[in-house]
């Protein structure tokens, strides 16, 4: 039996506290290639539990802005995003001035401050590979994606490397696109489209006309408030800070030869000239089918999918990445941001 007052043993453990951890912002991630085959898209996901995404980007923007400058597409995952609003967090902790939607070609419905809806366009529709705004004289330079609910089927969004789609396309389209530019026509009014109040947010005239002067565009008026637009753009264009050059409009898109057969003979016999969209040369000439046929094969051939994980996040450079989106079945919400604006001041 011990001694009262004897000295209690050294507690060999207890008197050990826990040292914080310290790890510097770089060694809180880890990336690798999604596709390794492809080397692309760069996957970013945590290396220790707990990472705080919008905490880490705002430390990391220069690492960031790096990383996508060279792989043009990032999917951030397993960072467990809250909702829309830590989405907002992250995206302005990468570049503070988010930007609205406006020269439309799509229904987008906002849900955040410069947060919109992905577009809305029937489930059972594919969405072409494309750039954002593409067929506008100013577009966004980044765009990000974020996953809030997945589709219960497909509802991918397929990526594609315009690095790769530029020097795989057929030298002759190429060349007749970077001479003749892209011509786009488009039609407001009779329920088939955007109504023009909802593509250029305004009910008044006035303002849209004077967008459209200061964007190059001529305008119509027609009877029944509808409203005709014809723009000539860029076919191809030069990434302002990494110098490629990226096929770069929307013509696949707008043109007849992306509807149904049906859907196409239809709007012809009914609207004549006047259907919702079309896409020229831009001298006015017809583009033939067979040429745009090919993009979109070069598109779907260069593409890359992925399924969504809740929470993800993809963020695009919008110079050097296009990107579409599969049909789906069941609820499916993926929103979107853009931001740092770039103006084509050859039509300005």
Request: charged letters at 30%; one cysteine or more; glycine letters at 6%.
């Amino acid at each position: 039996m011990s001694a009262p007052n004897a000295p209690k043993p050294p507690n060999r453990f207890g008197s050990v506290r826990p040292k914080p951890i310290s790890l510097s912002a770089e060694h809180l991630v880890r990336s690798r290639p999604l596709f390794e085959d492809e080397g692309w898209p760069l996957l970013v996901e945590p290396a220790v539990e707990h990472v705080e995404l919008v905490s880490w980007a705002g430390s990391q923007r220069g690492e960031v802005e790096r990383l996508l400058l060279r792989h043009g597409a990032i999917l951030f995952r397993g960072f467990r995003v809250a909702g829309a609003d830590e989405f907002e967090q992250f995206a302005r902790a990468v570049s503070p001035d988010l930007l609205d939607y406006r020269e439309r070609a799509a229904p987008r419905h906002e849900v955040g401050n410069h947060i919109y809806t992905s577009t809305e366009y029937p489930a059972d529709q594919r969405i072409l590979l494309h750039h954002e705004m593409s067929y506008s004289h100013n577009w966004p330079t980044k765009i990000w994606f974020f996953c809030a609910q997945a589709a219960r089927e497909g509802g991918a969004t397929p990526i594609a490397d315009d690095r790769k789609v530029f020097p795989r396309l057929d030298p002759a389209i190429r060349e007749l696109f970077t001479r003749k530019k892209v011509m786009y026509v488009r039609n407001y009014g009779d329920g088939l489209d955007l109504p023009w109040q909802d593509v250029f947010q305004t009910s008044e005239k006035a303002k849209v006309e004077e967008y459209c002067r200061r964007s190059y565009t001529e305008f119509e008026w027609k009877e029944g408030d509808r409203l005709r637009t014809r723009q000539v753009r860029q076919a191809v264009a030069t990434h302002p800070r990494t110098g490629d050059t990226v096929w770069f409009n929307h013509a696949h898109m707008f043109h007849q030869s992306s509807l149904d057969a049906e859907v196409r003979a239809s709007l012809a016999a009914e609207f004549g000239d006047d259907i919702p969209r079309d896409a020229f040369y831009g001298d006015g000439s017809p583009i033939e089918d067979a040429v745009l046929d090919e993009i979109r094969r070069v598109y779907r051939e260069s593409a890359v999918t992925f399924r969504w994980q809740e929470g993800d996040i993809l963020m695009l450079d919008n110079f050097l990445s296009s990107h579409g989106r599969e049909p789906f079945a069941g609820p499916r919400r993926i929103l979107v941001a853009m931001a740092e604006l770039y103006t084509n001041r050859e039509f300005c």
